[in-house]
């Protein structure tokens, strides 16, 4: 079954710090790959997607994510957070050719000031 | 621009009656998928709606059923209520099918006691 693995749960850094969140599909054909954020209060937002091209792609607010094929994953980093950035962040997959986005279940990020 | 809404913003409702959850697409949009998101858990597709027709359907019973108008709005209707469908609705639009990008509503959040 198609499934997306986001290998930490619960991550606590203090501003400054540089972040990464794994990202892991089980899916062996072509696929889209996306990041969303949701802010407290708030709903779902895009921050990055990777449809073709070149596999390192740059979403907003500094957040940039590596698609690497071979390793299956789409990790999201950023080299230095902030307090506002906070939130829970889902990695998502969508199948080529297919309606459907499979999210994992997702990362709540706490910001320490 | 008015992003995606929907209605009700939260519902309690018992076990076995009926609930219809409401949704009007981004302006300029044509598709809306539906989602369940559990508490602590990813959003989980449901279905999807592009001209009035549900073209892909997630791993869920006969009990959701939707509908799309021709406005491009749409409803989610659940019937026999389980204490399981408790969770956050999310409706999401997008400009044709496939993997375009999809934009989310805020929820519903639906609460079955």
């Known amino acids: 079954a198609q499934s997306v693995s986001q290998h930490n749960h619960h991550v606590i850094l203090s501003e400054a710090a540089s972040l990464e969140l794994g990202c892991n599909y089980s899916y062996g054909g072509t696929v889209n790959l996306f990041w969303y954020v949701q802010y407290p209060g708030q709903h779902l937002q895009l921050l990055l997607k990777y449809f073709s091209g070149d596999p390192l792609v740059k979403g907003i607010k500094g957040f940039e994510a590596e698609f690497i094929k071979s390793k299956f994953s789409f990790n999201l980093r950023k080299p230095s957070v902030q307090w506002s950035d906070t939130a829970e962040y889902f990695c998502?997959?969508?199948?080529?050719?297919?309606?459907?986005?499979?999210f994992g279940k997702g990362t709540r990020l706490h910001i320490l000031p | 621009d008015a992003g995606v809404t929907q209605s009700p913003t939260h519902l309690i409702k018992t076990r076995g009656q009926q609930v219809t959850l409401r949704c009007s697409p981004k302006s300029g949009h044509d598709t809306v998928s539906w989602y369940q998101q559990a508490l602590g858990q990813g959003p989980q597709f449901i279905f999807q709606?592009?001209?009035?027709?549900?073209?892909q359907r997630g791993n869920f019973p006969d009990r959701f059923s939707g509908h799309q108008f021709p406005n491009y709005s749409s409803e989610l209707n659940v019937n026999a209520l389980l204490l399981g469908d408790s969770a956050l609705y999310l409706c999401?639009?997008?400009?044709?099918?496939?993997?375009?990008?999809?934009?989310f509503g805020p929820g519903t959040r639906l609460t079955v006691t």
């Open positions: 998502a997959v969508n199948p080529s050719g297919d309606d459907k986005i499979i």
């Open positions: 999401a639009s997008s400009l044709g099918t496939g993997y375009y990008e999809q934009y």
């Open positions: 709606y592009y001209e009035e027709e549900e073209r």
